[in-house]
């Protein structure tokens, strides 16, 4: 990342004060349903467990929280020359009839979150499935919409948007940032920086994918 052309656009507080202010709306869209949290593995479960004791405190009720692993249900497994990393999933509770609120960081493409659809159905049908997003960063090439966002955030393709959580990376904020040269000649052919091919045109070589 260039980090002297680095744009701090969300901080700390603003990153509280946001997901403050998604527990609210997913409280008063439905607050009445029997409710769950599950996040997307890595930084998007980290969302999720700062979410849950929000939306169950809001909502009055137990609330479920799990987090899944997407990599074996990633569109470009078959093509990927290296086996991916896998981290185990934890979904420790029945999703039926459950109105469940999928939680990722950056919202790009859309194919991540088509892999966490499908690795939740998985593990049976909910009621309904909900996404909430701390940023959505536009270029979707599914049909896929956010219903609880934090921050539209327009970008070119470029750019690198990326969440840093203290769990992770010892602070809280979100960054936007232009991708080196070579980064920009590797995401339009699809490929990272050591070769292996991209599920999303655009994802950095390293660091967090943009999604």
Not at 8 to 18: Q, S
Not at 51 to 61: D, F, G, M, R
Not at 88 to 108: C, K, M, N, Q
Not at 113 to 140: K, M, N, Q, T
């Amino acid at each position: 990342m260039d980090q002297a052309n680095a744009k701090v656009v969300l901080d700390r507080d603003d990153m509280r004060r946001t997901l403050v202010r998604i527990a609210h709306e997913i409280v008063e869209r439905d607050g009445g349903a029997e409710l769950a949290l599950i996040g997307i593995h890595r930084r998007g479960a980290v969302l999720a467990a700062r979410l849950q004791p929000l939306v169950a405190e809001l909502a009055e009720a137990g609330v479920p929280l799990g987090e899944v692993d997407i990599s074996f249900y990633r569109d470009d497994l078959a093509t990927r020359p290296a086996a991916p990393v896998v981290h185990a999933s934890h979904l420790d509770f029945p999703v039926e009839g459950r109105t469940v609120v999928i939680v990722d960081d950056v919202l790009y493409t859309g194919r991540t979150v088509r892999s966490a659809i499908e690795a939740l159905f998985g593990y049976g049908r909910p009621a309904a499935v909900r996404l909430a997003v701390l940023a959505d960063r536009g270029h979707r090439e599914l049909p896929i919409r956010p219903d609880f966002v934090g921050k539209n955030l327009p970008t070119a393709r470029g750019e690198r948007v990326n969440v840093h959580v203290e769990e992770i990376d010892g602070v809280d904020e979100v960054v936007i940032a232009p991708d080196r040269p070579s980064d920009v000649a590797d995401a339009r052919s699809g490929l990272t920086g050591n070769g292996q091919r991209s599920a999303e045109a655009g994802r950095p070589p390293e660091g967090r994918p943009v999604k």
